[in-house]
């Protein structure tokens, strides 16, 4: 299932405020559609979710099939835009990265997140060029999210991380990104200076002490992800009832913290 232009379209428009986009990031194709009932205006996956949920550790790890595979089974699931964290691109080749991601345009991808990490600007730089060509063959304006980990890793001393990532934003930019994501960053200064010093649209991430969107809104993010979050807690909640239950088969126990079987399969019925 191919993105369609209005898709990608559309998912620009998102970015455009004034309301802040927020993403409640799925892993499957049954929490895209979960979130799409929520009333997400998108879907976004996040990188650690996909992985964990086929057994591999995120960090460029997972089989790129699994990865495509993963948005096509979204894509046809939801009627949204869809965006995808392909990491660093799974590679370390800009044409391969490229490949990639028209392999992801094809199977109803609108947007990607890709990520510098500790690798050198220059790398995603060419990264991102390399993927705008090929968005530009498919005739796809799709959304390119670069993720810079300046104040994730502390790339950079405290106080020069605003500016480094404004820098760093530039450049890829220039190298045709419609996106900067900066996860970690969560003081209300830094956040203003980021997005006041860029045209590209300021995606932070949820984090302890992260301001609420109303607050982000007005400090210029215009996105907002829950990245691992969701996925962890769950999965953090899903481990301790197994234990209970493997410990003393107290079957009332996640009887009672299920939900409705019903109101689930139904949810599931409406794209099949």
């Excluded at 309301?19 to 979960?34: K, P, S």
């Excluded at 990265?97 to 094809?106: K, T």
Aim: aromatic share 4%; net charge negative; hydrophobic share 45%.
């Amino acid at each position: 299932m191919p993105a369609r232009p209005d898709a990608a379209t559309a998912f620009h428009r998102l970015h455009q405020g004034p309301e802040l986009l927020i993403l409640a990031n799925a892993w499957d194709a049954g929490t895209a559609r979960l979130m799409e009932s929520l009333g997400s205006r998108a879907i976004a996956t996040t990188s650690a979710g996909v992985a964990w949920a086929h057994g591999y550790a995120d960090g460029d790890t997972l089989p790129v099939d699994l990865l495509v595979g993963t948005v096509a089974a979204i894509a046809r699931t939801v009627a949204i835009p869809v965006t995808t964290d392909m990491e660093g691109g799974y590679s370390d080749r800009p044409e391969e990265v490229g490949e990639l991601a028209a392999r992801l345009i094809d199977a109803g991808a609108s947007g990607i997140n890709i990520e510098d990490g500790s690798a050198s600007p220059d790398l995603l730089c060419a990264k991102i060029e390399a993927i705008r060509q090929v968005a530009e063959r498919t005739g796809v304006n799709l959304f390119i999210n670069a993720r810079t980990d300046v104040f994730l890793r502390g790339l950079a001393p405290q106080e020069a991380r605003v500016d480094e990532t404004l820098t760093r934003a530039s450049r890829y930019r220039d190298a045709g990104a419609s996106g900067i994501f900066v996860p970690a960053a969560t003081a209300p200064d830094d956040i203003r200076r980021i997005a006041t010093g860029t045209d590209l649209p300021l995606n932070v991430m949820a984090r302890p002490g992260l301001p609420a969107a109303a607050e982000l809104a007005r400090l210029g993010a215009r996105r907002l992800s829950a990245g691992s979050a969701l996925s962890e807690a769950l999965l953090n909640r899903l481990s301790d009832l197994a234990k209970a239950f493997l410990e003393a088969g107290d079957s009332d126990l996640i009887c009672s913290a299920a939900g409705s079987y019903g109101s689930l399969n139904a949810l599931m019925k409406k794209r099949a």
